[in-house]
């Protein structure tokens, strides 16, 4: 089994940056960021294949967040520039057994324990 662990999550004011990381134990193909607001379903954030060359982002971040990966250190990142109060969220990152970056929760098989970001207006 796959652990991965988030980090880099904090509070930020609005139009700032923040850089979330998630480190997994072992390797996996499919990575995603996911985000859980109080009161709300999980909703997809950005995904990215193993080879880093596909990616996929929600219209939302579209233009703001870029996620990256490093297969050697079996790392991957969320850039998340230009945040917005409606950004204010627990991230999760979420990795795959296959390689195709999914925007549905149901095709990740790990998942991490959420990192707090919080975004004042």
């Known amino acids: 089994q796959v652990q991965l662990v988030e980090s880099g999550g904090g509070l930020v004011q609005a139009g700032g940056s923040l850089r979330l990381s998630c480190v997994a134990s072992?390797?996996?193909?499919?990575m995603g960021w996911f985000r859980q607001a109080p009161g709300k379903e999980r909703e997809f954030v950005a995904a990215?294949?193993?080879?880093?060359?596909?990616?996929n982002y929600s219209d939302s971040v579209k233009g703001r967040f870029t996620i990256s990966r490093d297969n050697a250190k079996n790392t991957v990142w969320l850039q998340m520039n230009s945040l917005k109060p409606e950004d204010t969220a627990v991230y999760y990152c979420?990795?795959?057994?296959?390689?195709?970056?999914?925007?549905?929760?149901?095709?990740?098989?790990?998942w991490g324990q959420g990192t707090q970001v919080t975004v004042s207006s």
């Open positions: 990215i294949g193993w080879s880093g060359s596909s990616r």
């Open positions: 979420a990795g795959r057994r296959a390689s195709y970056p999914y925007s549905q929760i149901r095709y990740y098989d790990y």
């Open positions: 072992g390797r996996t193909y499919g």
